[in-house]
C-alpha cells in the first residue's frame, strides 16, 4: 500500500493560490490520487481525483508529474472558508483489500 | 437524496459502560467504512465492510470493538467495557463500490463519544 507523506501545516492569505505537495514513492501503477478535504466538525469530503497530468474541477486542480510519485493540489484564490484539513490518499481500483490510510493530512489555515 | 446519518450525534457515557452507535449510509452503497479521530488527528481506519462481509477487520482498536452490518445497509460499531480513551468522533462513511482506496467515500456527520 503505498504511502503518503504531505505537510502537517500551512499558512495563506485571502486571495493567494495554494498548493499542497502530497509524496507517494512507492505508488503502483494501477493506483490513484485522490484528495479530501475536511472542515472542523465535519467529515472529510472528496475534492478531486486523478491518476496522471492534470485534472481541474470547479474546486481545485490536481497536477501529477510524469513519475506519479509525488501530486500538487492547488486551490486558486482561497479565502477563509478554505481553512480546513487536506488529506492525500493513494490506491487502486482494483485492490478491495487495501486499509485506507488517511494520515494527519495539511492543515490549511487561511488569514484575511 | 438523504446523504449517510449517523445516531446518536453525541453520546457520554460513564467507564465501563457499552455503547452502540449507528451508520445508515447512501441507499444502494455496498461499502461502509468506520474510522474513528481523536481531537486534532487524522483519521485511524476501523473496519470495512463489503455487503454484509468484513474483508478487513485489521483496524479495531481490542476485542472490545465490534462492527455488524445486516441487510447490506444499517450498520452498528458496538464499543463493551468503554475506556477514557475510546473518547473520539466516530465516522461513518459508504461509497457505491469497492476499490476502497478509489472511490469517493461519502461521509457522516460523525457520532462525539465522550467516556466520563
Known amino acids: 500500500l503505498a504511502k503518503t507523506t504531505q505537510p502537517i501545516s500551512m499558512d495563506s492569505y485571502e486571495g493567494q493560490e495554494v498548493n499542497i505537495t502530497c509524496s507517494h514513492n512507492n505508488i503502483a501503477t494501477n493506483d490513484y490520487i485522490t484528495w479530501y478535504q475536511q472542515f472542523p466538525s465535519q467529515g472529510p469530503r472528496f475534492i478531486i481525483q486523478?491518476?496522471?497530468t492534470k485534472v481541474t474541477n470547479e474546486v481545485a486542480s490536481l497536477f501529477i508529474p510524469a513519475d506519479r510519485k509525488s501530486s500538487t493540489l492547488s486551490l486558486p484564490r482561497v479565502s477563509l472558508s478554505d481553512t480546513a484539513v487536506y488529506y492525500c490518499l493513494v490506491g487502486s481500483s482494483l485492490n478491495r483489500d487495501d486499509k485506507i490510510i488517511f494520515g494527519k493530512g495539511t492543515r490549511l489555515h487561511i488569514l484575511p | 437524496g438523504a446523504g449517510v446519518s449517523q445516531s446518536p450525534s453525541n453520546k457520554v457515557t460513564e467507564k465501563g459502560k457499552d455503547v452502540e452507535l449507528r451508520c445508515d449510509p447512501i441507499s444502494g452503497h455496498t461499502a461502509l467504512y468506520w474510522y474513528r479521530q481523536s481531537l486534532g488527528q487524522g483519521l485511524e481506519f476501523l473496519i470495512y465492510f463489503q455487503g454484509n462481509s468484513a474483508p478487513d477487520k485489521s483496524g479495531l482498536p481490542s476485542d472490545r470493538f465490534s462492527a455488524e452490518r445486516t441487510g447490506g445497509s444499517v450498520s452498528t460499531l458496538t464499543i463493551q467495557r468503554t475506556q477514557q480513551e475510546d473518547s473520539a468522533v466516530y465516522l461513518c462513511?459508504?461509497?457505491?463500490?469497492?476499490?476502497?482506496?478509489?472511490?469517493?467515500?461519502?461521509f457522516g456527520p460523525g457520532t462525539r463519544l465522550t467516556v466520563l
Open positions: 462513511a459508504s461509497s457505491s463500490q469497492g476499490g476502497i482506496s478509489y472511490n469517493e467515500q461519502f
Open positions: 486523478g491518476y496522471k
